[in-house]
């Protein structure tokens, strides 16, 4: 069954550490983002990528780099972890594929993130 | 700039009784508009979807959803409610063919009182 999968499940970080959060999907879709999810905001589009090799700046990229070393992995980083970037993260991935043209996204089950 | 809002942040409904909710959506152009369901610690699932046709689209599990281009809505609805569709719903809606990412509303919170 493909799936979206994520690591760590849980993390707590200190201020100004290295953060990575991985996600792993083996939908074979081309497009990856990540998300955040914090009460009162939904989910906010932090980065997104087209394919192995590139990444975008979604709506809220500030503080956060990804990598997308290939088609099924997608990583999101923070260099200088703070606390204001607790929160849940979802993965998700999706393409544009069909009669209908247009990309459901298929979630993983998300990563909480503490940073004290 | 496209946006979508859900006006409840949480609704409690009787167990058997039926449910609203409500979304409004801002966009310029055809929009793709999605229900997603998040249970208690989990991620996200898609309950259904709509592209341009029949406003009234069915999901999983009961629900239903109907479109509305000159309110600018995209409600859901149940006919009668379970203990288990207690979890937190987004509506979410696509700007553009082809695969762009989500934009959500900050999502309802449905409570099931028995």
């Known amino acids: 069954e493909a799936a979206v999968t994520q690591s760590p499940r849980n993390k707590v970080a200190v201020t100004g550490g290295k953060v990575t959060l991985s996600c792993n999907q083996t939908n074979n879709h081309n497009n990856m983002y990540w998300y955040r999810q914090d009460t009162g905001h939904g989910l906010r589009l932090i980065h997104y990528?087209?394919?192995?090799?590139?990444?975008e700046k979604g709506d809220i990229p500030d503080g956060y780099k990804a990598s997308r070393p290939s088609q099924e992995n997608f990583s999101l980083i923070l260099e200088l972890a703070t606390p204001s970037q607790t929160s849940v993260y979802f993965c998700a991935s999706g393409d544009a594929t069909g009669k209908d043209n247009y990309a459901e996204q298929f979630f993983g089950p998300g990563t909480r993130l503490t940073v004290l | 700039a496209q946006s979508v809002t859900q006006p409840d942040a949480r609704v409690t409904v009787s167990e058997g009784a039926s449910l609203q909710l409500r979304c409004k959506y801002s966009y310029f152009g055809t929009p793709y508009l999605f229900w997603y369901v998040q249970y208690p610690r989990q991620g996200l699932q898609l309950l259904l979807k709509y592209y341009p046709g029949d406003p009234v689209v069915q999901g999983v599990n009961g629900f239903e959803a109907e479109f509305s281009k000159s309110n600018s809505s995209f409600h859901l609805r149940k006919a009668s409610v379970h203990w288990s569709d207690w979890a937190v719903y987004f509506c979410?809606?696509?700007?553009?063919?082809?695969?762009?990412?989500?934009?959500f509303g900050t999502g309802t919170t449905v409570s099931v009182s028995p």
């Open positions: 979410a809606v696509t700007p553009y063919q082809g695969g762009r990412a989500l934009i």
């Open positions: 990528s087209y394919g192995a090799g590139s990444t």
